[in-house]
């Protein structure tokens, strides 16, 4: 759900657009994993804002519940027992993950419906579910494996960075919720200047390591980490080294998406003339029936 | 809490044992976080579990499960071997200096005076030598032999960084790196703050681990400062409040304690209740126990206490037994002695330990009400639910009586938090359905017992119908009626001695404070700790103004903080005999020449000479116990007992088991099951998704932990054949659970005494009815016995077996 003005759009799916002049400040949500207790309280916060039920599952012999992000789900806490190799210590990396609001993001890239996803000057990249056509290619063009399609009503689904409480200048629910702040939100400027010191502090403690996980490959994102090893960021739960946009996607976007469509408009030709020669399609009894225990099955 | 919430920013070194701050209270953990972000804290982790306040440590150590007092004893003695002691605060401000009677010894696990048939001390011999004068004899130079201070040296030396390693299975190297970061706040100018909870009172010897460390920050010089202190984490959001308000069965509100039997009259009551000063000058201020004692009965009685009757003692129940705690009131109810039970917000059928015990004894009732914004486990003892509830509804004759209580979001009213904040609050919606507030349904039963008692009599009715109720609607008291109260008030105009024309109090005005109650029956205080949260002032405890001069953490201004809004207690100590603070840049109050002031309520009369009047004015010494002369049941120092069910032998008292003064009833001690039956060393504990067995009534915490389980050992798993996210049995010798295992690199095995020690861990927040999936608490498991002082019952050291099992057929 969109709730930031039509004007503050830079991107939209499968549509070009002509960006307004007036951009809004660059916006950032800051995870601090060294600062983060794993306590869940941002899934809580995300799934009451966001007003989504999630059902009560099982245990599989780890912390994480749900087991994976889901369409209700649009965060999720990642839990990993690390043996750090050189002092022989247990760290448990705790990682909240979803979506990181990339700067060049593949999901809007992939998107071949048009304003099913957009990208505002402030950096948000928001789901506008009207439009989406349910066919998950959000998903191959994500780096990050965030969005999930809801069997309910094949929509994509993932975090908003709350847009509709950033538009009356609210955080996110997340970031409200944390009692620790190891998520907080603001301008990116800010964001990075914050981490910067919280950086100095974890190598005053002997993480030489720590640093920011901004990855360039997807242009820089606006959910950006404080790691305690930013140069092993896959030990948090396979964080992507240097994402980027599945070269896949990138095709589509450029040659073969003129070659499909050229082949589309061949199908349409041919399909025409089917229908001259034989006529309608006609739906049996036995389709109907079909049809019905597929949607029950689903709901 | 000594010190605050907030407090806790001021730090330099956070310790986090006997408790899992982060996981069971995480939002004030910010404190931590805060230190350690703002003031480059170090924080420390010594737990059986790596935890989730592990996960945002400096530094972590493995501890067995009730063990903390060898290995607390054991930084004690690093600390004296190495000089790492704040010396002007421990000559001065401790009993170090105190000569101890001949006669008190400590040898095999005892200290003088054992009566094994009893299991109880004669502890007289537990004191100081007294003077001529009638005060406590002392040798400042510290070298009498039988000084404290050489007492504890000897006494602690048992534990050297060997011997926790050989009891804990605490890795030597790890412990000496907790001793060097702890020693270090022996400076003048570092401070340690302790984080604990129920890690450490959950056991035999519970007040004995709290002493322990207690005993460490005052050899640290870390007690009354800025940044330091004790702090007790409390697991309710009220649970300090209930404390204070005296809702144990032998305390009433304040800490003024119930009468015993012996105690027939006033006076009698009062002469062991003197505290007469040990030291000359000192304010010892439990001198004022009567003005306390007499206010709270006015509040009670009204105008049937009076002078002649005593202020209405008799209408007191005299205590035939120490206490009838949780443990004891189960007791009762197995033996069939008690026969109903009124359960208010409270689900022993979960919380109490031994299961089984506690379904036989609620079905020997005649009937049980239980008020509770939640349906219970208790509400539902007697219902069938599979092999959660195993219990046939058929042979079950208690009466259940289950009245919908509102929950704290939908009653205004105060809740006292850890830090002693007493913070008012408002409904945030409506209660549903026929929900009533606890006060209106106590006020109900209250006047209906009334109307019985004036129509038929019955025996002794004066404390029934007399009792003062001032109530605008009398069927439904306030809750700032209430407050009002407990405040206390003028009962009758108090003349100024000097002038007679002026008054020192006026009738119907709140009193100040407690500093102006009397014992003359002239004025009334329902708790006199709380005197001053709602007095001519107003409704101190709504406050809300957060402004914090200089930014010391005290917010003066924010609610009320019990007593007379002091934020630090024993906030004298921070400074020196000059009355300067040890550390400059942690000033709390000074002595200006004339008087204390500074950032918080001096924690002293605000006129009492630095080098005179020494800052721990609740006790009769005026200076903190290293030695708590005979105030506790099992020792005037602590000393290492096992669990009563321990995989190893107390290598420092091999013939000793458990505590050897901790009750044990009849039947109960043949239920204690032994290492070779049952080899591993199982603990409870919270995790955060979840608060106790509440919020598995919720959907979104449900949906957060879903499922009951138990963790274990990488190692351990490989041996059973477990399987993580398989199933396992856990059985003790009373009861057996099922579970889903998490197998995790957070448990490790220890050895210990040369044994291998596998750790089973048991989160606590299943039960049969709720939203999340049906599971078994702990308490199926663990023993019946409590604390040798409190009778908190030992839920975080007992013995299991466990074993994987196949999926259950549901």
């Not at chain 1, 780096?143 to 929509?155: G, L, T």
């Not at chain 2, 007294?130 to 030396?157: I, Y």
């Not at chain 2, 809300?544 to 024993?570: C, H, M, Q």
Request: aromatic share 10%; proline share 6%.
């Amino acid at each position: 759900m969109a709730s930031l003005s039509p004007q503050d759009l830079i991107r939209r799916s499968a549509s070009s657009i002509t960006p307004a002049a007036n951009k809004l400040p660059e916006v950032a949500k800051m995870i601090d994993v060294s600062k983060c207790i794993g306590c869940k309280a941002c899934q809580v916060a995300c799934l009451e804002w966001n007003d989504r039920r999630e059902e009560v599952g099982v245990n599989t012999g780890v912390y994480e519940n749900p087991h994976d992000l889901t369409p209700n789900s649009f965060t999720l806490m990642r839990y990993t027992e690390w043996v750090n190799p050189e002092t022989q210590s247990l760290e448990w990396l705790i990682r909240k993950d979803g979506c990181m609001h990339c700067a060049d993001p593949g999901c809007l890239k992939a998107c071949p419906a048009p304003g099913a996803i957009v990208q505002y000057s402030n950096g948000i990249v928001d789901f506008v579910h009207v439009n989406c056509i349910g066919c998950g290619y959000c998903i191959k063009g994500c780096p990050f494996n965030i969005p999930r399609i809801s069997q309910v009503d094949q929509k994509a689904y993932k975090c908003t960075l709350c847009s509709d409480r950033v538009a009356v200048g609210q955080g996110p629910a997340c970031a409200k919720a944390c009692p620790t702040h190891a998520i907080t939100f603001g301008t990116k400027e800010q964001m990075l200047k914050d981490a910067a010191l919280r950086i100095e502090d974890l190598r005053s403690r002997g993480y030489k390591n720590a640093g920011i996980y901004d990855p360039p490959g997807v242009g820089g994102t606006h959910v950006i980490y404080v790691l305690h090893h930013a140069d092993k960021p896959e030990i948090y739960a396979s964080l992507p080294r240097d994402p980027k946009i599945s070269p896949v996607v990138e095709i589509w976007k450029g040659l073969t998406k003129y070659a499909g469509l050229a082949a589309i408009a061949i199908f349409g030709v041919v399909g025409v003339l089917h229908h001259l020669v034989n006529g309608a399609n006609r739906v049996s009894s036995q389709d109907e029936e079909n049809a019905k225990r597929l949607k029950e099955g689903r709901s | 809490m000594t010190n605050s919430w907030t407090d806790i920013k001021n730090t330099d070194l956070v310790v986090i044992m006997g408790g899992n701050a982060a996981e069971a209270h995480p939002c004030g953990f910010k404190w931590v976080v805060e230190a350690k972000a703002h003031r480059g804290a170090k924080l420390i982790v010594v737990d059986p579990r790596f935890t989730r306040s592990a996960s945002v440590s400096d530094l972590y150590a493995p501890i067995r499960q009730g063990t903390d007092i060898a290995f607390l004893l054991g930084v004690i003695n690093h600390c004296i071997a190495n000089d790492k002691v704040q010396w002007d605060y421990v000559k001065a401000y401790t009993n170090a200096t105190y000569i101890v009677k001949e006669g008190f010894s400590y040898k095999d696990g005892l200290f003088a005076g054992y009566d094994e048939a009893k299991r109880d001390y004669n502890r007289s011999s537990w004191d100081y030598d007294m003077t001529a004068e009638g005060f406590a004899a002392t040798d400042p130079s510290l070298q009498n032999p039988r000084c404290v201070w050489n007492l504890l040296k000897a006494h602690v030396a048992t534990y050297t960084p060997e011997m926790v390693e050989r009891i804990c299975g605490t890795p030597k190297d790890k412990f000496l790196k907790v001793c060097q970061w702890i020693g270090e706040t022996s400076a003048k100018n570092k401070v340690m703050t302790s984080m604990y909870a129920l890690g450490w009172t959950q056991h035999s010897k519970g007040s004995q681990n709290i002493r322990a460390m207690a005993m460490l920050q005052l050899i640290l010089g870390n007690i009354g400062v800025r940044g330091g202190g004790m702090n007790a984490l409390r697991g309710h959001s009220n649970i300090q409040g209930l404390t204070d308000l005296g809702l144990m069965s032998n305390l009433l509100p304040g800490y003024l304690t119930l009468p015993v039997e012996r105690e027939a009259d006033l006076n009698t009551y009062m002469s062991t209740r003197g505290f007469k000063p040990l030291q000359p000058n000192q304010m010892s201020y439990w001198q004022n126990y009567k003005k306390f004692f007499v206010s709270f009965q006015k509040s009670m009685w009204g105008a049937a206490a009076t002078k002649d009757n005593d202020f209405a003692y008799d209408y007191l129940p005299k205590l035939d037994v120490p206490s009838y705690d949780v443990l004891r009131a189960f007791e009762l109810m197995h033996q069939g002695k008690m026969n109903g039970y009124v359960c208010q917000g409270f689900n022993p059928l979960l919380s109490a330990p031994n299961r089984k015990k506690l379904t036989a004894a609620l079905s020997n009732l005649k009937f049980l009400i239980t008020m509770d914004p939640l349906d219970t486990e208790t509400a539902r003892f007697w219902d069938n639910h599979g092999k959660y509830n195993e219990v046939d509804p058929t042979k079950i004759q208690t009466e259940v009586i289950q009245l919908p209580s509102t929950c704290f979001a939908e009653d205004e009213g105060s809740l006292t938090n850890s830090g002693r904040w007493l913070q008012w609050h408002w409904p945030g919606g409506d209660a549903p359905g026929e929900a009533k507030a606890d006060t209106w349904i106590m006020a109900q039963v209250y006047l209906r017992l009334k109307a019985l008692y004036e129509k038929e009599g019955g025996a002794f009715a004066d404390p029934i119908v007399k009792l003062h109720w001032p109530y605008k609607e009398a069927g439904d008291p306030k809750p700032d009626e209430l407050a009002r109260e407990i405040n206390g008030y003028v009962v009758e105009d108090v003349p100024d001695p000097n002038d007679s024309t002026k008054k020192i109090l006026e009738k119907g005005k709140q009193v100040v404070s407690f500093a102006v109650l009397r014992d003359d029956g002239s004025t009334a205080c329902g708790c006199w700790i709380y005197s001053g949260c709602f007095n001519e002032a107003g409704n101190n405890m709504a406050r809300r103004d957060n402004t914090d001069p200089d930014e010391t953490g005290a917010f003066l201004k924010w609610a009320f903080s019990w007593p007379v809004n002091r934020r630090i207690l024993y906030n004298r100590a921070s400074a020196d005999l000059e009355g300067k603070a040890w550390d400059p840049t942690r000033k709390l109050i000074e002595w200006d020449g004339t008087k204390w002031a500074g950032y918080d309520v001096p924690d002293i009369l605000p006129t009492a000479k630095p080098d005179v009047v020494m800052p721990f004015i609740m006790n009769p010494e005026g200076v903190s116990r290293l030695f708590t002369r005979g105030l506790m049941r099992d020792g005037p120092f602590p000393a290492h007992y096992e669990p009563f069910e321990s995989p190893v032998v107390n290598p420092v008292a091999p013939k000793i088991r458990g505590n050897p003064v901790a009750r044990v009833f009849k039947g109960d001690m043949e239920q204690f099951g032994d290492s070779k039956e049952f080899p591993y060393a199982a603990t409870s504990y919270r995790l955060t998704e979840h608060f106790h067995f509440w919020t598995k009534h919720v959907w979104v915490n449900a949906v957060m932990q879903p499922e009951f389980f138990v963790e274990v050992s990488e190692q351990l798993a490989k041996e059973k054949g477990i399987r993580s996210g398989g199933w396992v049995r856990v059985w003790s010798k009373r009861g057996s659970v099922q579970a889903k295992a998490v197998v995790t690199k957070r448990i490790v095995p220890l050895t210990c005494d040369g044994k291998t020690v596998h750790i089973v861990g048991i989160p606590l927040h299943w039960g049969f009815m709720g939203a999340a999936r049906k599971g078994f608490g702990p308490n199926s498991l663990t023993p019946f016995v409590g604390d040798a002082n409190i009778e908190t019952p030992e839920y975080k050291a007992f013995l299991v077996d466990i074993e994987p099992i196949p999926e259950p057929v549901a």
